[in-house]
Each structure stands twice: as C-alpha cells, then as structure tokens.
C-alpha cells in the first residue's frame, strides 16, 4: 500500500514531484512491512552506489580516493563513514569474542614473557593485557580512530586536511580493518592457529594498507609517506600503550 499526499509526511512543504525539494524525502510513503524491512535491509547492503559492501569494495583498492571523493562532496555515493566504523567494528567485536582471537594471542607470547620482566613493570604489563582482552573492542572504537587522526593530522600537514576530515579518513580506514580482521585474519586463525605469526602478517598489511592510503589521500612523495605512515604506527602504539598503563598506575594509586 502507497500512501501519497501533496504535503510532505516529514516536513509539511508542499510536493511539487517524486521527492520534497525541502527535506529530500519521497513523496510516495509505503506502509512498513516486514517485506518492506527486509528489502531495505538488502537493498542498504547491496545498493550500487552507497551500499556497505560497495564501499567495502572500494575500499580495498581506492581507499584515500574514497575518503577524499566523500570530502570533496561526494557524499551520496558512499555509505556514512562513521556508520560505516560503528557496523564493521561490531562485527568484528562479535567475531573476534567468539573466535577467542584476543586470548590466544595473550597465551604464550607477550603476556607469557610478561614475567621475565622486573617485577613492577610485569605487573603493569599484565594488567593493561587484562583491559585489553576484557575491553579492546571498546577501547579500539574509541581511541584508534581519534588517536590516528591527531597524527595524521600532525604528520601530513601539507594536505591541507582539518582533524574532522582525517577523522573521515581514518574511520573508513579503520572499518576497513576491522571487516578485513573479521572476514580474513580470524577465519584464518581458526583454520591454522598460530596466532602470533597471524598477527604479525596481519600487522605488516595494515601498515601496507594505510601507506597506500595516505598516498592517495595527501598526495605526498612515496617515500615520504611510507616515512611518515611507519612513525605515525610508532607513535600510535607507544601512545596506545603509555594510555593503558597511565590508567592501570592511577587506578593502583586510588583504590590500593
């Protein structure tokens, strides 16, 4: 059933066509179905030209292109990017709890040599391995993404770039990640073991990945950006970890 009217159901201007030139709604409303739902549910995934897996899609090859094309203006033809972030990081947050990815690579490596270290520093490094297993999806949604952005931003000042749009980047970026860790890197933990030689794979991709995205999206000599992509990964993972422990020596601090 299509109910059609010339007033807008959403803004009340006057429909003039197909859709209201004030708020951009169509003007042909359909009463909700549970077909209806499950036609807007494939129709959001599959769509042409700003479905999830188009943009995934995309974003394996094209990924500074897609963020700089979002940025320029193009903002119909891609999936929102922070949506986008919020899905694949919740996919992979689900894959990876049922996978016991996190705790196989806190079993023997790391946190196993943990206790060759002096005591005090074992103790903070067993900790912040704890918050990581117990809280890492939270923590990834909510420091990476802003974390990689304040370097990006530092770093590659010649694109000209403000915080909020490598904010955009790096939640295309990140989601990309987590969908790749979810659908690619977990499965083949699961099939191969060896959780540490994954991750290790996995980490040189990521850093591959992110060089060829900031090349395309700032522009910069090749050599250049994989100079800058190789410190901005150093500065990330000394600043992730010194948060981490930062928060483990004032807890001990305020409830010992």
Not at 57 to 72: F, S, T
Not at 110 to 137: C, D, H, N, V
Request: hydrophobic share 50%.
């Amino acid at each position: 059933m299509t109910q059609t009217s010339t007033a807008c159901k959403n803004c009340g201007a006057t429909l003039t066509g197909n859709f209201c030139q004030n708020c951009g709604q169509k003007a042909d409303i359909h009463k909700i179905t549970i077909g209806h739902l499950l036609h807007e549910f494939f129709h959001a995934l599959t769509h042409a030209d700003k479905g999830i897996l188009f943009l995934a899609k995309e974003l394996l090859y094209r990924q500074g292109v897609v963020a700089a094309e979002y940025l320029d203006g193009k903002r119909k033809k891609y999936f929102n990017p922070l949506s986008f972030l919020v899905i694949a990081t919740a996919i992979w947050a689900l894959i990876v709890l049922k996978s016991g990815y996190f705790e196989s690579m806190g079993t023997g490596g790391s946190y196993g040599r943990a206790y060759e270290m002096p005591k005090q520093l074992a103790f903070y490094f067993s900790e912040s391995m704890k918050i990581i297993l117990t809280y890492g999806k939270i923590i990834s949604l909510i420091i990476t993404v802003p974390l990689l952005s304040l370097l990006t931003w530092m770093l590659f000042r010649n694109g000209k770039r403000s915080y909020a749009e490598n904010l955009v980047l790096q939640a295309f970026l990140i989601g990309e990640v987590h969908l790749a860790l979810a659908l690619i890197f977990v499965p083949a933990f699961l099939l191969f073991g060896h959780a540490r030689m994954n991750n290790n794979i996995y980490q040189l991709v990521f850093l591959v990945y992110l060089a060829i995205a900031y090349r395309q999206f700032f522009k910069e000599h090749v050599v250049v950006t994989i100079l800058k992509t190789i410190i901005v990964q150093v500065l990330f993972i000394a600043f992730f970890w010194l948060s981490i422990f930062a928060f483990v020596f004032v807890r001990e601090q305020l409830f010992r």
